[in-house]
């Protein structure tokens, strides 16, 4: 069960939350915790793509491989049981990085051992400022990923001189949902914040709910985790956009208790 820091009383918040499974239903939890309302919308729907040839192929060579690296937990979750039949002891030599502390959280749920993770700066830039990650001339780098996203990982670490192998473990696609409950929640004036960790999810949300419904929804009090998913949603129209530190859940519920204790002497 969820547990909640003492300081923190998130009622009556009533917080749409965007995160896709299974990190959202955690953050639901953590929101129910604190006291607050969780109303849950994924709006991204990851589609598995471990079967595919081509990462049949990649995973088989990953004894030739210096570095795994693990671009987020979805990177995790929908890989690591597919490595593991291929590999139930991954190579001795093998080195894990992950993107941020997140991700490498679920890599010891796996019962696989961090090398590395940024403990600040929880992004591609974060691990690339790493010392691990400056001289990789001829070094063999393997990127667990999702199809599309950032390649600024990649295109750094090829500049610095690495060869790249690219998993791709899944697709993020648009789900397919019944979105009427929520329409009618925001006519109701019945959401006080949004939660969206990715700039798709973002993207994902305004599409669902569509045009009618986007003024009540650019109102809104917008949670993101990083300076470019604000300047994203500043594009989009949001009006009132808040940064979490990092994309932790604990940052999320920090920001979220500093928009209650904004909104409340309102209400």
């Given at each position: 069960?969820?547990?909640?820091?003492?300081?923190?009383?998130?009622?009556?918040?009533?917080?749409?939350?965007?995160?896709?499974?299974?990190?959202?239903?955690?953050?639901?939890?953590?929101?129910q915790a604190c006291h607050g309302q969780a109303i849950y919308l994924p709006t991204i729907y990851i589609?598995?793509?471990?079967?595919?040839?081509?990462?049949?192929?990649a995973i088989v060579s990953?004894?030739?491989?210096?570095?795994?690296?693990?671009?987020?937990?979805?990177?995790?979750?929908?890989?690591v049981?597919?490595?593991?039949?291929?590999?139930?002891?991954l190579p001795a030599k093998l080195q894990i990085a992950a993107i941020g502390k997140g991700t490498a959280e679920a890599l010891h749920d796996q019962k696989l051992t961090v090398t590395?993770?940024?403990?600040?700066?929880?992004?591609?830039?974060?691990?690339?400022?790493?010392?691990?990650?400056?001289n990789v001339a001829r070094k063999h780098i393997a990127i667990v990923r999702g199809e599309g996203g950032r390649k600024i990982l990649?295109?750094?670490?090829?500049?610095?001189?690495?060869?790249?192998?690219?998993?791709?473990a899944y697709r993020r696609t648009l789900p397919e949902i019944n979105v009427n409950y929520y329409q009618s929640l925001l006519q109701q004036q019945q959401i006080d914040v949004i939660v969206c960790t990715s700039k798709e999810g973002v993207n994902n949300l305004l599409?669902?709910?569509?045009?009618?419904?986007?003024?009540?929804?650019?109102?809104?009090?917008?949670?993101?985790?990083?300076?470019?998913?604000?300047?994203?949603?500043?594009?989009?129209?949001?009006?009132?956009?808040?940064v979490a530190k990092n994309a932790s859940h604990a940052a999320v519920v920090d920001v979220l208790a500093m928009i209650r204790k904004q909104l409340c002497p309102i209400r």
């Open positions: 069960m969820a547990n909640c820091a003492a300081q923190y009383d998130l009622n009556p918040l009533r917080i749409l939350v965007t995160r896709p499974l299974p990190a959202g239903l955690k953050l639901c939890e953590q929101i589609q598995s793509l471990v079967q595919d040839q081509a990462f049949q192929q990953l004894d030739q491989q210096d570095w795994l690296i693990f671009i987020s937990p979805q990177a995790v979750l929908t890989s049981p597919t490595i593991h039949t291929y590999w139930p002891q590395v993770y940024p403990e600040i700066e929880w992004s591609s830039e974060g691990l690339l400022a790493m010392s691990e990650f400056q990649m295109e750094v670490l090829i500049k610095r001189g690495a060869h790249i192998l690219s998993l791709i599409t669902l709910l569509g045009e009618t419904i986007r003024p009540d929804l650019l109102s809104l009090p917008l949670v993101v985790v990083s300076e470019r998913m604000r300047a994203f949603a500043e594009l989009a129209g949001f009006q009132a956009i808040w």
